[in-house]
Every structure is written in structure tokens, then in C-alpha cells.
């Protein structure tokens, strides 16, 4: 709410100039103008019912609009009560409307644009992903999680399937293209502005884990400082991250592989990685959904269920428990034991991930099986 008065008041050139705590990128400030905007016309104070439903309404939006698409891909493979019940998997789960119908987070909004890139990639379209990527940027900078996956289906797709220079110079202009438009989103704000923002939020919260349940908070690591020691783990950890995705896609025919690998990059991001925030593996639901309705594979209903259960539990404990009594909260017995249930979880998905995709090419491989 204070963004909002602050970037309609001052403008986009002086936003990140101010004497004040920002930490998003310059593409959600655009829509925050709008609110500012509407809150300035009819005199909404920061506190109104008003002010926090219109802070809230761009979320929820998204959340109905990546529902539609969810019932859009499950129609092409189901009926139309099988794809209205997986679209209300997703809308009326947990997880999803305490981020932002309740919560207010924005997390929906970097997930529709993440999705839209997927869908893209799957129907083998390339061309909008650039595009739709490069806004997800915008929006948030935990897009560049999904990045080895947009590498590889360009790898897959340019350059292992009837690869031609025509094809490969148009993706190549179309995504220099995509990067232009990015760099000039961001010129209202002040590129040097926007840049020094992107490191200063990369560089951010130096800790093991910021309560989020993990492999760090495993070991009751929660806010602690970060050593170079856990540093370079984090960084080995990334490494394999990276490595195992291309196995997984590169080892399977099965078209599933890209919302599979998208999920897997996000919950296992989240899991390993070090200065992770509990929303951070939300994209993950959405996709883990899509690899169900595009493979009817159980596993995956499976993991959508373990991974939508974990994000809502841990993004309950910091909503409604540790912000109210921090000193309780900080690091507890509870902590260390949803922390294990999610290494657990993202076990499971190395099992899935393997049985699945890796050591059989297709899906249909493991039903017959």
C-alpha cells in the first residue's frame, strides 16, 4: 500500500531513489501506479476494506486466470468434469488463496506469466516464452529459477530437432528482442536504478534459510548467517540442481517433462538452496497439477498434493504463528520436523523423477509397466 503512494506520488524515476524499503522489481510497481492511482481518486486510507481488497484483486485474478489454463490443458485430455475438477484442485487449494486472497502476496502473478512460458515451451512456441519470460523477470527475480528449463527446450527445440540457421537466427532475434524489451521496461525507472535493485534483492537476506522449512532448517539453521562454507554447499547444491534437470529432460520423450522439470527446479530450489523464503516454491503447484493432467500419472496427483500441503503449512507458520510471537517461533522442534517432511518430500520427487522420466522415456512406459 505504501509502494503504491509512494511510486503514484513520486513517479517511476524516483521511485528507487527514496529513502525507503523496496525490494521488487519495477514490473509490479506499474500495476501498484494504478492502485495509487485509485486510492488517490476516492481517498482510500492504506487501511480501508477497500484499499486491501484492490491490493489484493490483482492476485486473485491471476490465480483464476492460471485456473482457466489449467482447465484449457486438462480439457485436451480429460473430460469436462475432469477438467473443471482439476482447475478446482488448484483454485480451491489451500495454499493458493492463503498467498494471495488472504496473505495478499503476489506469488500468483509471477506464476501465470511462469506458466504461460511452460504452456509456450509444451506446444512448442518458443517465441511468446521469450517475451513472457522476460516479464516474469520483471515482476519478480525468483523467475530466473526456471531458467535451465527454458535453455533446454531451446537446446531441444532449435537445435536437436530439425535444426535449420533460419529457425536459429529467428529465435536468436526474437530473443535479443525479448531482452530489449525487458531493458526498456525498466528505463522509466532508471536502468542503473533497476539493476543496482535486482542485486541489491539477489544479494539480500544473507541466511541459511529465512523461515522457510528445508534442508537448512533441518539442521535448526533458521536466520542464521550465512559462512562461505555454506555458501559453496549452496552453490554445489544449485550445481546439481542444474545437472539433474537436463537428465531429467534430455532422458525423456515425454512431453509432461517440461511442467515436471519446472516444478522440480522450484521445489528442489527451495530445498536446498540457501537464503530461501517459504513462498518460494508456490510456481511448483501449478506445474506438478500440469504434469498430472498432461500423464494421469498417480505420482504426480501425489506430489501435487505433498507439495501444495507443505507450502501452505509453511506459509501458515509464518502467518499466523511466528509473526505473532518470533521468540516462540524462531527455531523449534516443529521447524526442524517440517523441515525433514519437505527433504522427504523432495526425495519422493527424485523417485518420481527417475521412475518417471529417467528410466523410462515416456509415461506410457511406466503405466504399462
Request: contains cysteine; glycine residues 4%; hydrophobic residues 50%.
Amino acid at each position: 500500500s505504501s509502494w503504491a503512494d509512494m511510486v503514484y506520488k513520486h513517479g517511476f524515476s524516483k521511485f528507487y531513489k527514496l529513502d525507503a524499503f523496496t525490494d521488487y522489481p519495477p514490473g509490479y510497481m506499474y500495476i501498484l501506479y494504478i492502485i495509487g492511482f485509485i486510492k488517490r481518486v476516492f481517498s482510500l486510507g492504506s487501511l480501508d476494506t477497500a484499499t486491501v481488497l484492490i491490493l489484493k484483486m490483482p492476485a486473485i485474478l491471476c490465480d483464476l486466470a492460471t485456473g482457466y489454463l489449467i482447465f484449457a490443458l486438462a480439457r485436451k485430455h480429460a473430460s469436462l468434469i475432469t477438467a473443471l475438477t482439476t482447475a478446482a484442485l488448484y483454485l480451491f487449494n489451500p495454499a493458493v488463496f492463503t498467498d494471495s486472497a488472504l496473505w495478499g502476496q503476489v506469488d500468483s502473478v509471477l506464476t501465470l506469466c511462469l506458466l504461460g512460458v511452460i504452456l509456450c515451451a509444451y506446444y512448442g512456441k518458443l517465441i511468446p516464452a521469450y517475451f513472457l519470460f522476460a516479464l516474469a523477470i520483471l515482476i519478480k527475480p525468483q523467475a530466473l529459477i526456471m531458467t535451465p528449463i527454458l535453455i533446454w527446450a531451446v537446446i531441444e527445440q532449435v537445435f536437436l530437432n530439425n535444426f535449420s540457421w533460419n529457425k536459429f537466427w529467428k529465435n536468436l532475434g526474437f530473443g535479443l528482442c525479448a531482452i530489449c524489451a525487458l531493458a526498456l521496461s525498466m528505463t522509466p525507472f532508471g536502468l542503473s536504478s533497476v539493476i543496482s535493485q535486482y542485486t541489491e534483492t539477489l544479494a539480500s537476506y544473507p541466511y541459511a534459510t529465512v523461515n522457510t522449512f528445508n534442508l537448512w532448517g533441518a539442521f535448526n539453521l533458521n536466520w542464521e548467517p550465512l559462512t562461505p562454507a555454506m555458501s559453496a554447499a549452496g552453490n554445489i547444491f544449485i550445481a546439481f540442481i542444474v545437472a539433474a534437470t537436463a537428465i531429467i529432460f534430455f532422458r525423456s520423450q515425454d512431453k509432461s517433462k517440461y511442467f515436471f522439470v519446472a516444478g522440480f527446479l522450484f521445489f528442489a530450489t527451495l530445498t536446498l538452496s540457501t537464503k530461501m523464503h517459504e513462498r518460494y516454491a508456490f510456481p511448483c503447484i501449478v506445474m506438478i497439477l500440469c504434469a498430472f493432467v498432461t500423464t494421469k500419472n498417480i505420482h504426480n496427483l501425489s506430489l501435487f498434493a505433498l507439495c501444495s500441503a507443505t507450502q501452505f503449512i509453511n506459509m501458515g507458520y509464518v502467518l499466523f504463528l511466528y509473526a505473532k510471537d518470533i521468540q516462540k517461533y524462531y527455531r523449534t522442534t516443529g521447524f526442524i520436523a517440517m523441515s525433514v517432511v519437505v527433504i522427504c518430500t523432495f526425495a519422493y520427487m527424485l523417485f518420481c523423477a527417475y521412475t518417471m522420466y529417467v528410466r523410462n522415456k515416456t509415461i506410457k512406459n511406466l503405466k504399462k509397466g
